[in-house]
């Protein structure tokens, strides 16, 4: 089996290599450095890294090519007799000097570095990034356009029962969307537990907290598609919540802000009328992806951690609180507060959703004026 | 084992044999090993939860076990791989040669000494079980970080009861250790003639008794927050989860320097040995060893340059973890010296120490390369991280532990071991650690993130790799734990001296050494 295993990996690396040839992905198989930076900071950043780097090999090489040169010459079995020194003030001094004078040096163009990651003033975007187990929520304050972005791969890939595609893990249904050439500004916090947002090509990394506001910037050179992941752990699918971002020239930015302000706009007049029993089933299905995580597919949730829907005495109890269960969570559990992240529509749908189907038949439907009211 | 029975010379009253011999003993070469033992348990137990690891890693997708459960190996491991096998273990190395070296016939403490050592066994009982509970054992990572640790079921809570009685374990520890070094001293064994693995363990303890107590400060407020409605780390009540980090890293990074101080002791023990040559610098060494001991108290946000610290505080931390580098960087120098010009031999202790020494640098410079705060965003939670601190831990303390086995083995059971056996597993070791760690800075470089059980395809073949060796690492161990047995069970007679020309107090003494060892204090020259 672990030949079998083997084999396998070398046809993939070996066909993943030849794809690499093809396609322009950003990240080979066998990378052995940081990824090719898109932003001066992420190019600042590599050439900091590869010349600390490069000190410390030849640090390494001279103290080591001494010690060896000792194992080889200094040997007992070629006849070496012991000398008795046991201390030598001058050579100590030396090496504690010489080391210190070298690490001022690297603080030097570190400390350059640094001060310009933190200038977030002059921005020409403000986004606005909230982590949620397990998925990212993002925000344009200046312009009323909000969305959240899901991992996207198949579980059927996951789990091994269709084959892997190109960006598997590091591809979502809705990325973010930056212009090209301006200092964008994010704002990160998070709803539940700490994530960290990163995108390693742009070289910006930074917690996301519940609780706080953090401020990071970049300024993205080249149009494209940049993947990252989140870098904190942050509970069962911390594996599973990517990040994508997708630069646009600034026209063509604009270009998306513009239908996506008209899409939510559609959603919002969706709200006020009402909606057929089907309608509901059918929204509700597309917005249980959100509770998949958790409570299964099929609602069987997981022994213990995440009870099941199917014959939830809530989820066949009263109706409203069912809705304020989604709508509020309940603290100090992994059941988060849905308030924020689902409109009207789309907590009357699911929970419409979870009380006729996932193995219940209450045949209640819930509308999202109902919801309204209860919020 | 079965030989310091030989050897025992007890006349005061009649002592229990058997396992009520154990559980009853006040002898510290008896709780030496009792220390030993249950440190190799743990390490076997946290190094099968490692393979655990490595096999859902070792190809793309979800093949052995689920995400849920792939977090409970990644706590549990390093909780039983800190907590269990190295800090007991270099406990254990105190026992057996603390008062052999000072020339005292026990440790000061010696109830205590009993008391200390028991409470471990329960508290990984508990540590353990807590898998068993509703919803499986702890998740969070061994960080424990609020609020995702109050999030977990009640394993949490047996958890943080088990890291209350680790703490009070090592405390009692720390505590014998110090009242040892300071009251037991043979006349005219001035600190300053402290062999360099008493100096480190002083140093040690001291830290030991500085930081334990901080971190059980820290679960005890998740323990209240989690239960009785407090909000230290809650925003929702006016707690921060930030705080909870800064607390947890207060002890976390000197727990670090407690993780690898002794085995700094016991590699400036085995190399003046086989070089045939006084250590190099001796008082620098103990300098150095406070120096760092003294900075590991102020360096401990370079764990949390992403939480958003404002920038002088990313500037003082950079500079100071920075600063930890020089007397690291004297230590290795010093070693070299001490090899340079002697008349060196390469007996199982000597290769482990070198490679500790080779390997522990290269964890050092990456170590010096996660200081720089800029690049640090880019390595951060990523398996470069993976990759230092096992460079540090494995091939430094783990590593520097199996080196004094080799080396005192023959002191504590009166035997050789077996030197063939032992070279195949130094090689066997040192090679698969490599090809298990070596890989994951390039992991870590090209951007996978720890923590995860499943990964994008483009880290594919450096994670095959990576399991490969990590299952050859597994095995290898498996020599060493049958050259232990084997040695106690019997082999050549050791000499008083064992090695040529071996310095130090132990080596003075019967092999195995008597029961108790100095009734009467020894002449210092
Ligand atoms: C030259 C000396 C060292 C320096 C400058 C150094 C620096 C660092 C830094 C900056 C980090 C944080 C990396 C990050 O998460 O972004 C780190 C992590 C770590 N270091 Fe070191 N280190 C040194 C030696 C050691 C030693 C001697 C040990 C233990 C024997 C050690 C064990 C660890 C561990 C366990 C972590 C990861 C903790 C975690 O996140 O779970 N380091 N080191
Ligand atoms: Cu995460
Ligand atoms: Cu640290």
Redesign the interface.
């Known amino acids: 089996m672990l030949c079998s295993?083997?084999r396998?990996?070398a046809i993939?690396?070996l066909s993943?290599a030849a794809f690499g040839l093809m396609a322009d992905?950003a990240?080979?198989?066998?990378?052995?450095?940081?990824?090719p930076p898109v932003s001066p900071?992420g190019r600042?950043?590599l050439e900091?890294?590869n010349l600390?780097?490069l000190i410390?090999l030849i640090?390494?090489l001279v103290?080591?090519s001494?010690?060896f040169y000792?194992?080889y010459a200094?040997?007992?079995?070629k006849g070496?007799?012991?000398?008795?020194?046991?201390?030598?003030t001058k050579?100590?001094v030396v090496?504690?000097i010489i080391?210190?004078l070298i690490?001022v040096g690297?603080?030097i163009p570190?400390?350059a570095?640094?001060?310009k990651?933190?200038d977030t003033s002059k921005a020409d975007l403000t986004v606005k990034i909230t982590g949620y187990q397990w998925k990212w929520q993002y925000e344009y304050p200046e312009h009323g356009v909000s969305f959240y972005s899901n991992l996207s791969t198949p579980r059927a890939?996951?789990?091994?029962i269709e084959p892997?595609g190109?960006?598997?893990?590091?591809e979502v249904d809705n990325p973010l969307v930056i212009p090209t050439n301006k200092k964008v500004r994010f704002l990160?916090t998070a709803n539940?537990?700490?994530h960290?947002w990163?995108i390693?090509q742009f070289?910006?990394?930074?917690?996301a907290?519940?609780?706080?506001i953090?401020?990071m910037w970049t300024l993205v050179e080249k149009p494209g598609t940049y993947?990252?992941?989140?870098?904190?752990?942050?509970?069962?699918?911390?594996?599973?919540m990517p990040i994508v971002v997708e630069a646009k020239a600034p026209e063509e930015f604009e270009a998306w802000l513009e239908t996506e302000k008209q899409r939510q706009a559609k959603q919002t007049a969706d709200l006020n009328r009402d909606w057929s029993k089907d309608e509901l089933l059918a929204h509700g299905e597309k917005v249980y992806v959100n509770c998949v995580a958790c409570h299964g597919a099929a609602g069987k949730g997981?022994p213990?951690?995440f009870p099941a829907i199917a014959g939830s005495p809530v989820a066949t109890g009263p109706i409203a609180e069912h809705v304020s269960l989604v709508m509020n969570g309940k603290?100090?559990?992994?059941m988060q507060a849905f308030k924020n992240q689902l409109s009207d529509l789309d907590i009357a749908a699911v929970v419409t959703y979870q009380r006729n189907a996932l193995g219940n038949s209450t045949g209640d439907v819930v509308q999202p004026s109902q919801v309204n009211s209860i919020r | 084992m079965a030989t310091a029975e030989a050897a025992h010379h007890d006349e005061h009253h009649g002592h229990p044999t058997g396992i009520l011999r154990w559980i009853t003993t006040t002898n510290h070469k008896d709780i030496g090993t009792l220390y030993l033992c249950f440190s190799l348990t743990m390490f076997l137990v946290g190094g099968l939860m490692a393979l655990v690891i490595r096999a859902e890693l070792?190809?793309?997708?979800?093949?052995v076990v689920d995400?849920?459960f792939f977090?409970q190996m990644t706590t549990m491991h390093a909780l039983v791989m800190i907590f269990g096998a190295v800090m007991p273990g270099f406990v254990g190395f105190a026992n057996w040669m603390i008062p052999m070296m000072i020339g005292a016939p026990d440790m000061a403490l010696p109830r205590l000494n009993n008391w200390s050592f028991w409470i471990l066994p329960f508290a990984f009982t508990m540590l353990l079980a807590s898998l068993f509970t509703?919803?499986?054992g702890p998740?969070?990572?061994w960080t424990l970080?609020a609020?995702?640790s109050?999030?977990g079921?009640m394993s949490v809570d047996m958890t943080i009861f088990a890291i209350h009685m680790m703490g009070v374990s090592s405390i009692l520890g720390a505590i014998n250790v110090i009242v040892t070094i300071f009251n037991m001293r043979a006349p005219g064994m001035a600190l300053m003639k402290l062999p360099l693995f008493v100096w480190t363990w002083l140093i040690t303890a001291f830290l030991l008794i500085a930081v334990m107590p901080v971190l059980a400060g820290a679960v005890t407020m998740l323990l209240t927050d989690?239960h009785f409605d407090t909000a230290f780390f809650n925003?929702?009540g006016g707690?921060?989860?930030?705080m909870f980090q800064h607390i947890f890293w207060f002890f976390g990074h000197p727990e670090v320097y407690i993780l690898i101080l002794p085995a700094f002791g016991i590699i400036s023990e085995i190399i003046p040995t086989f070089?045939?040559?006084?250590?190099?610098?001796?008082?620098?060494m103990v300098l150095a060893t406070a120096g760092i001991a003294f900075l590991s108290f102020i360096v401990w946000a370079h764990h949390m340059f992403?939480?958003?610290m404002p920038?002088a505080g990313?500037?003082f931390f950079?500079?100071s973890t920075?600063?930890i580098?020089?007397p690291t960087?004297?230590k290795?120098?010093?070693w070299?010296?001490t090899?340079?010009?002697?008349?060196?031999?390469f007996e199982t202790p000597m290769l482990f120490a070198?490679a500790v020494?080779?390997l522990f640098?290269?964890g050092g410079?990456s170590g010096?390369?996660l200081a720089?705060?800029?690049?640090d965003?880019?390595y951060?939670?990523?398996y470069f991280v993976v990759a230092h601190f096992h460079y540090v831990l494995f091939s430094g303390s783990v590593m520097a532990m199996m080196g004094g086995a080799y080396y005192w083995l023959p002191k504590w059971t009166g035997h050789m071991y077996d030197e063939r056996l032992g070279k195949i597993h130094f090689w066997t070791n040192t090679i698969f650690f490599n090809i298990t760690f070596f890989p994951q800075h390039?992991l870590g470089?090209?951007?996978m993130?720890r923590?995860?059980?499943?990964?994008?395809?483009?880290f594919?073949?450096?994670n095959?790799i990576s399991s490969m060796g990590a299952f050859g690492l597994g095995l290898s161990q498996l020599i060493f734990v049958y050259v232990v047995i084997k040695c106690v069970r019997g082999g050549k007679k050791a000499s008083d001296k064992v090695w040529d020309q071996p310095r130090g107090l132990e080596w003075t003494v019967p092999s195995p050494a008597p029961h108790h060892t100095f009734d009467t204090p020894p002449k210092i020259a």
């Not at chain 2, 720089?372 to 690049?375: G, N, W």
Request: proline share 6%.
């Open positions: 295993r083997i396998t990996t993939a690396g993943a992905v990240v080979a198989a066998w990378e052995v450095n940081l990824q900071i600042d950043i900091l890294h600390i780097m410390c640090i390494f103290v080591f001494v010690m000792s194992l200094h040997r007992k079995s070496h007799e012991a000398s008795q020194f046991s201390h030598s050579a100590e090496w504690t080391p210190f690490l690297m603080a570190s400390t570095t640094l001060i990651m933190e890939q996951i789990e091994g892997k190109e960006n598997y893990l590091l990160l539940d537990v700490i960290a990163w390693p070289g910006t990394k930074k917690d907290i519940p609780g706080y953090n401020e993947r990252g992941q989140c870098a904190e752990l942050c509970g069962k699918d911390h594996g599973f997981l213990e951690a603290s100090g559990t992994a | 070792f190809q793309p997708g979800l093949q995400p849920h977090n509703a919803g499986g998740a969070s990572g970080y609020p995702l109050i999030q079921g989690r925003p929702a707690g921060d989860p930030v070089s045939r040559k006084p250590l190099f610098g001796y008082t620098t992403t939480v958003g920038l990313e500037l950079m500079y920075m600063l580098a020089v960087g004297v290795v120098f010093n070299v010296s090899m340079w010009r002697g008349s060196l031999t070198l020494v080779f640098t290269i410079f010096l390369m720089i705060t800029p690049a965003f880019q951060h939670d990523t390039f470089l090209a951007g993130p923590r995860i059980p499943d990964y994008a395809l483009q594919t073949e450096f095959v």
